[in-house]
């Protein structure tokens, strides 16, 4: 089976594509075989081939070196840059979490290591009546909470924490991603976190620095 990892985050556009596929840049340098996933997507253009495709599923494959149809690494692809729950109710589609666990299971016998991201937050809805939260309870992965460092990040960062918490999911650890260059006592925070959160900081994005991760080899 393959070692795997959940990259979730405090919001949308708090920078968990970056850390997926640095994270996915990591393991190959160790030489291992890795793939990226993203289940789903919206913002979605259609290629010289027809297919919808979605940037920052281009990122993840860029960082692989496990070649995979895109119908694994990205299942559910929509156009609209919107929610993906109402991109999928405006095509007329229910999706499923059977779906993207089972393009999961595929990936994990391709790979030595699959790098999942997430859409939004943790309780974004996937339907009427699941959220991303149901789709990381179905996978039962450990997970890498990516932290948008900004004014009211601490307490967007402990309400997710919690949550995953509650329902018996694995924190592996977090990554403090500075997408305010403006922040104010931007290291004051970054120690609350640490103080608050009991998963290990796996690593500390400046802005536009690279990241360096705190992993085991």
């Given at each position: ?30 030489g291992l075989k890795a793939v990226g996933m993203k289940p789903i997507a919206s913002g979605c253009e259609l290629n010289a081939t ?90 039962n992965i450990p997970i890498i909470l990516v932290v948008g460092m900004r004014l009211g990040c601490i307490n967007h960062a402990l ?59």
């Amino acid at each position: 089976m393959a070692q795997s990892y959940l990259i979730l985050g405090t919001d949308t556009n708090v920078g968990k594509t970056y850390v997926a596929g640095s994270l996915l840049k990591h393991f190959v340098q160790l030489g291992l075989k890795a793939v990226g996933m993203k289940p789903i997507a919206s913002g979605c253009e259609l290629n010289a081939t027809g297919e919808l495709v979605n940037e920052d599923v281009q990122v993840l494959q860029n960082a692989s070196n496990t070649k995979a149809p895109l119908d694994l690494i990205n299942p559910y692809r929509f156009a609209p840059a919107i929610a993906p729950h109402i991109a999928a109710q405006q095509a007329g589609i229910t999706m499923q979490l059977e779906v993207i666990a089972q393009a999961y299971l595929q990936l994990t016998a391709m790979a030595d290591v699959v790098i999942v991201e997430g859409a939004g937050g943790f309780l974004v809805p996937l339907n009427q009546n699941q959220t991303l939260a149901d789709l990381a309870k179905k996978l039962n992965i450990p997970i890498i909470l990516v932290v948008g460092m900004r004014l009211g990040c601490i307490n967007h960062a402990l309400l997710t924490v919690e949550a995953i918490e509650a329902r018996g999911l694995r924190l592996a650890g977090w990554v403090a991603n500075q997408i305010d260059p403006d922040m104010n006592n931007f290291e004051e925070n970054l120690s609350s976190l640490q103080q608050h959160i009991v998963a290990p900081c796996l690593g500390v994005v400046h802005w536009q620095s690279e990241i360096r991760f705190n992993l085991p080899a």
